[in-house]
């Protein structure tokens, strides 16, 4: 890999940490100001809600500068949500903001990959994107469990800094004083990212433009017969994933017993799974044969589904480290042809904008029945059973799709080239 690469990474790794610190910080402040439970869920659907109304212009604004620049900027954007959520401001509105300098970052960040890499790297270079992403993820919301905790709120608490302490005065606003930390070191990483050269013909006019240029991209990107099978996995496992989050944090306090600190953990434990996942993929699976990966999808439901006969925090380890690599085993190859596939039909940072608009129109809406499920008091175990079956489900009828189009297409001998499958030349 190219030494660039690496400070990408880096970059990556301290922003996403913050990011997942500051989430678990946030759910304790609505439980601080004793927010009713429908409302932890809507933390993630106010971060993710800019990537959706924002997705036919962050695409450009990635690929109008240099994507180091980009990154920097979008970085600092989530530096003052983060100190919105300190000094007083609601959780939801000040996330919110951290999710507009997050949905202005993924395109860069992912971009640039295409940028800086051949498309034959591009698994191996999704597989330790992700999983250090998903090691931020862990060391995330373990580390938000731990500056929440009494031992550690209480020293915390102790700290005198003149103009900054005086507005500490709960365990959570002295996560959120630390976490803060974590966004600072990613801008110094944002300053030592290469330019690659990369340079596009110009993207930013007319906002109802970019809106048409956009949803024509979204339309062609699904009637490509690689692209739409791709997308529509990775719009699935974000929507999912999103809501397994929560699921977990709630199973862990009904059926373990488990205090948000210790939930905090459980999630962590989930994400050292899909980091394992995306590992494995990285070494075992070329891009020519992703589609192998799609039965896992299934698989991960499954399992996902054995979760409500589990009551002991040993076996919720297994079975938790479990689903995340299988998680992490199918995404990362489907990730990567996505990348791939919009590569070649449109630029590197729409493509991604688009991908990030499809993924969290999922998040949104899994997350919206999710709140609306916990607001009727539906059990824990129920939601489980039913978020299983809709995962098995749905990737069964992907897998149905993506057989149609091999038998119409040969879409597997097609992956790598560099031109539209299913489309007119």
């Given at each position: 890999?190219?030494?660039?690469?690496?400070?990408?990474?880096?970059?990556?790794?301290?922003?996403?940490?913050?990011?997942?610190?500051?989430?678990?910080a946030?759910?304790?402040?609505?439980?601080?100001?004793?927010?009713?439970?429908?409302?932890?869920?809507?933390?993630k659907?106010?971060?993710?809600?800019?990537?959706?109304?924002?997705?036919?212009?962050?695409?450009?604004f990635?690929?109008?500068?240099?994507?180091?620049?980009?990154?920097?900027?979008?970085?600092?954007?989530?530096?003052?949500?983060?100190?919105?959520?300190?000094?007083?401001?609601?959780?939801?509105?000040?996330?919110?903001?951290?999710?507009?300098?997050?949905?202005?970052?993924?395109?860069?960040?992912?971009?640039?990959?295409?940028?800086?890499?051949?498309?034959?790297?591009?698994?191996?270079?999704?597989?330790?994107?992700?999983?250090?992403?998903?090691?931020?993820?862990?060391?995330?919301?373990?580390?938000?469990?731990?500056?929440?905790?009494?031992?550690?709120?209480?020293?915390?608490?102790?700290?005198?800094?003149?103009?900054?302490?005086?507005?500490?005065?709960?365990?959570?606003?002295?996560?959120?004083?630390?976490?803060?930390?974590?966004?600072?070191?990613?801008?110094?990483?944002?300053?030592?990212?290469?330019?690659?050269?990369?340079?596009?013909?110009?993207?930013?006019?007319?906002p109802?433009?970019?809106?048409?240029?956009?949803?024509?991209?979204?339309?062609?990107?699904?009637?490509?017969?690689?692209?739409?099978?791709?997308?529509?996995?990775?719009?699935?496992?974000?929507?999912?994933?999103?809501?397994?989050?929560?699921?977990?944090?709630?199973?862990?306090?009904?059926?373990?017993?488990?205090?948000?600190?210790?939930?905090?953990?459980?999630?962590?434990?989930?994400?050292?799974?899909?980091?394992?996942?995306?590992?494995?993929?990285?070494?075992?699976?070329?891009?020519?044969?992703?589609?192998?990966?799609l039965?896992?999808?299934?698989?991960?439901?499954?399992?996902?589904?054995?979760?409500?006969?589990?009551?002991?925090?040993?076996?919720?380890?297994?079975?938790?480290?479990?689903?995340?690599?299988?998680?992490?085993?199918?995404?990362?190859?489907?990730?990567?042809?996505?990348?791939?596939?919009?590569?070649?039909?449109?630029?590197?940072?729409?493509?991604?904008?688009?991908?990030?608009?499809?993924?969290?129109?999922?998040?949104l809406?899994?997350?919206s029945?999710?709140?609306?499920?916990?607001?009727?008091?539906?059990?824990?175990n129920?939601?489980?059973?039913?978020?299983?079956?809709?995962?098995?489900?749905?990737?069964?009828?992907?897998?149905?799709?993506?057989?149609?189009?091999?038998?119409?297409?040969?879409?597997?001998?097609?992956?790598?080239?560099?031109?539209?499958?299913?489309?007119?030349?």
């Open positions: 890999m190219k030494p660039g690469f690496y400070t990408i990474m880096a970059a990556q790794f301290f922003s996403s940490l913050a990011d997942n610190a500051l989430l678990i946030a759910i304790a402040l609505l439980f601080q100001i004793q927010s009713p439970d429908w409302m932890t869920p809507l933390l659907l106010f971060f993710v809600v800019s990537y959706v109304l924002l997705a036919p212009f962050v695409g450009g990635a690929d109008t500068l240099p994507k180091g620049k980009v990154m920097m900027i979008t970085n600092f954007i989530k530096v003052i949500g983060c100190l919105m959520m300190f000094f007083g401001i609601h959780p939801l509105i000040s996330y919110a903001v951290v999710g507009l300098g997050a949905a202005a970052y993924s395109p860069a960040k992912y971009g640039i990959l295409t940028e800086l890499l051949p498309h034959d790297r591009l698994v191996e270079a999704n597989g330790w994107i992700e999983g250090l992403t998903v090691t931020s993820i862990i060391l995330g919301t373990v580390l938000g469990g731990v500056l929440i905790a009494p031992g550690t709120s209480e020293y915390l608490l102790q700290l005198h800094i003149p103009g900054v302490t005086e507005n500490m005065d709960t365990p959570a606003e002295a996560a959120i004083f630390v976490i803060t930390a974590g966004y600072l070191i990613a801008a110094i990483f944002n300053f030592k990212i290469p330019d690659t050269g990369a340079r596009y013909e110009p993207q930013m006019s007319h109802a433009i970019m809106t048409r240029k956009f949803y024509g991209c979204v339309k062609q990107l699904w009637n490509d017969k690689l692209g739409q099978i791709s997308l529509a996995v990775t719009t699935l496992f974000w929507g999912a994933g999103a809501t397994l989050q929560f699921i977990v944090l709630k199973w862990a306090e009904v059926a373990l017993g488990l205090p948000l600190d210790k939930g905090a953990i459980l999630q962590g434990v989930c994400a050292f799974g899909v980091a394992a996942g995306a590992v494995a993929a990285a070494k075992m699976i070329p891009l020519k044969k992703s589609m192998l990966v039965p896992m999808g299934i698989l991960m439901g499954l399992v996902c589904m054995t979760m409500v006969m589990v009551n002991n925090q040993g076996m919720a380890y297994l079975l938790i480290t479990l689903i995340g690599a299988l998680s992490g085993f199918f995404v990362v190859p489907m990730n990567a042809l996505l990348q791939h596939r919009g590569h070649v039909l449109m630029s590197a940072g729409r493509s991604i904008a688009i991908q990030n608009f499809n993924e969290n129109i999922s998040v809406t899994m997350l029945i999710y709140a609306l499920l916990i607001s009727f008091d539906v059990h824990v129920t939601v489980i059973l039913m978020f299983g079956g809709f995962v098995m489900c749905t990737m069964s009828l992907v897998i149905l799709w993506h057989r149609r189009n091999q038998r119409l297409y040969n879409v597997e001998a097609r992956i790598g080239e560099d031109r539209p499958v299913g489309l007119p030349h």
